[in-house]
């Protein structure tokens, strides 16, 4: 069990660009999950994937905002003409699937910075 | 919409005192979940409640969920330093997949 993986760590862009971080789940986990936090703030629901399927999606993401989990395996996350309002902790979770009780085991995060 | 809210929101507390964290949901909700956070780290999940009435209970945190009065606590015994930490409580609306996470609680236990 190596953990819940993310990159890159850090991201600096600028106003405009568009960015692309990758999760990569603990092997043997269906679901995965993507979440942004802000300083001081708990971590906000983005999207949930099972397997490759996305199965839900917060109205919160704009359509600027695009996830992917192509063979159900590690994730994407692209964020498009990025703006300052972006710069945020991109976090990542997975859990097992099936009881409804499985912990989910999160990422160190990837951090954006949007100037 | 589903709304999660804890208290207090900073907590600074002496070793060795019990203290109790609170976190409100406002409609009806299968499961809650508390997480720790440590300054600059991401989030480790602690314990996942799924009925009326569940404990668990790890170490120096105890976890309690009354469904009926939409409220779940995290007591604390005999703080020791290294329980320092933001601790987050989440919900997930029935029939959705969806978490929403309280605001934090940020505990500091003072040597």
């Known amino acids: 069990d190596t953990g819940v993986s993310q990159d890159p760590r850090h991201k600096i862009t600028k106003r405009g660009q568009n960015v692309t971080f990758r999760c990569d789940p603990i092997s043997e986990h269906n679901r995965l999950y993507w979440y942004r936090q802000t300083l001081g703030q708990g971590p906000e629901f983005l999207t949930y994937?099972?397997?490759?399927?996305?199965?839900?999606k917060s109205r919160l993401l704009s359509d600027r905002f695009s996830a992917e989990r192509p063979k159900g395996s590690f994730s994407t996350l692209e964020i498009q003409r990025t703006e300052q309002g972006d710069s945020a902790m991109y976090l990542c979770?997975?859990?097992?699937?099936?009881?409804?009780?499985?912990?989910?085991?999160f990422g160190p995060g990837t951090r954006l910075t949007v100037l | 919409e589903l709304k999660v809210e804890q208290n207090p929101l900073f907590l600074s507390m002496q070793e060795g005192k019990n203290y109790t964290i609170y976190c409100n949901y406002s409609t009806t909700s299968d499961r809650l979940y508390w997480y720790r956070q440590d300054p600059g780290k991401s989030l480790e999940s602690l314990f996942v409640l799924l009925s009326n009435g569940a404990v668990k209970q790890e170490g120096r945190l105890m976890a309690s969920l009354d469904t009926k009065a939409r409220l779940s606590t995290l007591h604390i015994t005999a703080a020791v330093h290294d329980l320092s930490a933001t601790y987050f409580c989440?919900?997930?609306?029935?029939?959705?997949?969806?978490?929403?996470f309280g605001t934090g609680t940020r505990l500091k236990v003072l040597a």
């Open positions: 989440a919900v997930v609306t029935s029939g959705t997949y969806k978490y929403i």
């Open positions: 994937f099972q397997n490759e399927a996305q199965l839900e």
């Open positions: 979770a997975s859990s097992p699937g099936g009881e409804r009780q499985r912990k989910q085991f």
